[in-house]
Structures are given as C-alpha cells and as structure tokens.
C-alpha cells in the first residue's frame, strides 16, 4: 500500500510532513487499518481509470497533504470521506497542470491564433457567479435542516460536491448500501425542491415590493 513519503507522478502542491501533530497521528491510526487502505485504493483506482500504479501515488500525495496540519487535516467527517476529498483535489490539480502543458505545447508547435479559453461577457460572468452563490447558500441551508437527520443524504450532498458522483463510489466512501445512496439521493431532492420553491416565492414577493416601491416613489416625484 501506499507510503505516504513516496511520490511519483501524482504530485501535490508544496506541503509540510509532520506525522507527529495531533490530526497526523489520528490520521496515520485509521490508515493504518486494512480495511480503511482497502477503501482507499478502491477509491483512488477509481479515479485515476484503473491505473493501481497511479492510485498508489495518488493516495501517497493525498496523505502528504492530510499529514500537514497547515494544508487538509483531517478534522471532521470519516477519515476515508476526507481522503477522498483529498485525493480529487490531488487528482484534478494534476490532470489541470497536465492539461496546461499540453495545451503549451500544441499552441507551440502549431503557432496559430487560437484562443485557449474565451471570457464570457462581463454581464454573462456576473449572472453565473450570482446563480452560483445561490445554489451555494441553498445547498448550506439544505444541510442545515437535514444534515442530523439524514446523515447519510448529508455525506451523499458533500461527495457530489466533491465530483464524486458515481453511487457506488459513494456507498463504498460512506460505507453504506447503493440502494442507501439512492434513497438518501431522493432525500436530498425532495427537500431541496422545497427549498428551492421557498427560496423562489421570497424572491418573488420581494421583486413585487420593490416594483411597488420604485412606482410609488415614480409617482410622488411627478410635478
């Protein structure tokens, strides 16, 4: 299994070893149990496409990392939900750099005027990054109502966050049935449509007074 010193191709950004804090030494405990290096690898030869050479340094990087307290200890959840937030990160860190130099390459040899990435209209951008800090606040609200309730929904929510959206996988992180998955998936639908129906009908009355209101004060500015 994966030594946490050792790194080969899956590299992570700039971290400091110390197996001796507190978060390092609980994290080393659960790693060090079978069962737990078991779910590890089958997570991380998940994502790196089969590859057990590259799902062995996969998790050595994600371990580097969860060994310094400065960069992701782990503090909360299940160890294995931790690395595999971990290891994604590691892994989309990697496949980005890895998509970057490519693309260097390609606009070097072929010396064209292609464009990498086109920026979207200012108005465009400022619409997405609304859209998207209301679906965050929503998803925060959703956890907040159900989270101790449905803990297992709770779990399903942040790995979907975290790209990891494959049921099984899921099950095999969380440690529970794909049937559990898809029930707690269902959970987190029914109450985030209520959410969401809830968050829409404020709006709209919202949207309703300030229309009122800037009528109102049309009218009384009238000569």
Same mark, same amino acid.
């Given at each position: 299994m994966a030594d946490p010193g050792r790194r080969? /191709?899956?590299?992570?950004s700039p971290s400091v070893?110390?197996?001796? #804090?507190?978060s390092s030494l609980l994290a080393l405990a659960e790693f060090a149990k079978a069962s737990v290096r078991k779910i590890l690898f089958k997570i991380a030869t998940w994502s790196t496409g089969g590859s057990e050479a590259d799902a062995e340094d996969l998790i050595a990087g994600a371990m580097l990392l969860v060994l310094d307290p400065a960069m992701n200890p782990w503090v909360r /959840?299940?160890?294995p939900t931790h690395m595999s937030f971990v290891m994604r990160h590691v892994w989309n860190e990697e496949m980005r750099r890895a998509r970057v130099k490519r693309e260097i390459?390609? %606009?070097?040899?072929?010396?064209? &005027?292609?464009?990498?990435s086109k920026e979207p209209a200012a108005d465009e951008e400022l619409h997405r990054r609304r859209s998207l800090a209301v679906l965050r606040m929503l998803g925060?609200?959703?956890?907040?109502?159900? /989270?101790?309730?449905?803990p297992v929904a709770k779990q399903v929510y942040e790995l979907g966050a975290a790209d990891i959206e494959d049921a099984e996988e899921q099950a095999a992180i969380i440690g529970c049935t794909v049937e559990e998955v898809h029930e707690a998936r269902r959970t987190l639908k029914h109450h985030a449509?209520?959410?969401?129906? %809830?968050?829409?009908? #404020?709006?709209?009355?919202?949207?309703?007074? &300030?229309?009122?209101?800037v009528s109102k004060n049309g009218k009384e500015t009238k000569p």
């Amino acid at each position: 299994m994966a030594d946490p010193g050792r790194r080969r /191709g899956v590299i992570p950004s700039p971290s400091v070893f110390d197996p001796k #804090a507190p978060s390092s030494l609980l994290a080393l405990a659960e790693f060090a149990k079978a069962s737990v290096r078991k779910i590890l690898f089958k997570i991380a030869t998940w994502s790196t496409g089969g590859s057990e050479a590259d799902a062995e340094d996969l998790i050595a990087g994600a371990m580097l990392l969860v060994l310094d307290p400065a960069m992701n200890p782990w503090v909360r /959840g299940t160890f294995p939900t931790h690395m595999s937030f971990v290891m994604r990160h590691v892994w989309n860190e990697e496949m980005r750099r890895a998509r970057v130099k490519r693309e260097i390459i390609d %606009e070097d040899v072929t010396n064209d &005027l292609r464009t990498l990435s086109k920026e979207p209209a200012a108005d465009e951008e400022l619409h997405r990054r609304r859209s998207l800090a209301v679906l965050r606040m929503l998803g925060e609200q959703l956890i907040r109502e159900i /989270g101790a309730k449905f803990p297992v929904a709770k779990q399903v929510y942040e790995l979907g966050a975290a790209d990891i959206e494959d049921a099984e996988e899921q099950a095999a992180i969380i440690g529970c049935t794909v049937e559990e998955v898809h029930e707690a998936r269902r959970t987190l639908k029914h109450h985030a449509k209520r959410i969401r129906d %809830e968050y829409d009908l #404020a709006e709209e009355r919202r949207m309703k007074e &300030l229309r009122e209101k800037v009528s109102k004060n049309g009218k009384e500015t009238k000569p």
